[in-house]
T-cell receptor, first 113, second 112 residues
Framework: EPEVTQTPSHQVTQMGQEVILRCVPISNHLYFYWYRQILGQKVEFLVSFYNNEISEKSEIFDDQFSVERPDGSNFTLKIRSTKLEDSAMYFC???????????FGPGTRLLVL | GEDVEQSLFLSVREGDSSVINCTYTDSSSTYLYWYKQEPGAGLQLLTYIFSNMDMKQDQRLTVLLNKKDKHLSLRIADTQTGDSAIYFCAESGSGNTGKLIFGQGTTLQVKP
């Protein structure tokens, strides 16, 4: 069964460093998403991406964040200068349509020291 | 604004039924979802319901939707220890971008 994959599974970084989280969505899906879950809190929407552009972003998704689909398979989330409060589990998801079911990857646990 | 609320914790005995409740605010949501998260794992889609339905049954899972009260519930029949996990309710947000709004999750503890 097709699935969303994410790499790395864990990442530890120093405050102020740049990180890139990678996702491979399901191959025939057209809509891509990033969510994050700070430990013990809700899963929060960050950004949705369709047709090579951002279709919606939350207040969390400020200028430090960017997304890219550099080729036909990968979908990346870049955090330019990480802060302590960026420590969270980051989930990628994809769907065939915006009203279709979203399938989530296993997540990348990011720890900023 | 859009918000989804759930109770935080539920404990049941193996073999009993579990009912996890959720309330939401956005009446324009097209779909409502239940996701399951096991420790250290990602979000697994369990089931979903169209907003024009009242009930959906899928094996041991029954979803009930009360649109008037904006209340969603997930019933798990014959709960097993393997059902122990965090269960998230989510609604499709307004707009046509597919954004999901999640509740804070209900931790289900199943005692043998």
């Amino acid at each position: 069964e097709p699935e969303v994959t994410q790499t790395p599974s864990h990442q530890v970084t120093q405050m102020g460093q740049e990180v890139i989280l990678r996702c491979v969505p399901i191959s025939n899906h057209l809509y891509f998403y990033w969510y994050r879950q700070i430990l013990g809190q809700k899963v929060e929407f960050l950004v949705s991406f369709y047709n090579n552009e951002i279709s919606e972003k939350s207040e969390i998704f400020d200028d430090q964040f960017s997304v890219e689909r550099p080729d036909g398979s990968n979908f990346t989330l870049k955090i330019r200068s990480t802060k302590l409060e960026d420590s969270a589990m980051y989930f990628c998801a994809s769907s065939a349509g915006y009203q279709e079911t979203q399938y989530f990857g296993p997540g990348t646990r990011l720890l900023v020291l | 604004g859009e918000d989804v609320e759930q109770s935080l914790f539920l404990s049941v005995r193996e073999g009993d039924s579990s009912v996890i409740n959720c309330t939401y605010t956005d009446s324009s949501s097209t779909y409502l979802y239940w996701y399951k998260q096991e420790p250290g794992a990602g979000l697994q889609l369990l089931t979903y319901i169209f907003s024009n339905m009242d009930m959906k049954q899928d094996q041991r899972l029954t979803v009930l939707l009360n649109k008037k009260d904006k209340h969603l519930s997930l019933r798990i029949a014959d709960t097993q220890t393997g059902d122990s996990a965090i269960y998230f309710c989510a609604e499709s947000g307004s707009g046509n971008t597919g954004k999901l709004i999640f509740g804070q999750g209900t931790t289900l503890q199943v005692k043998p």
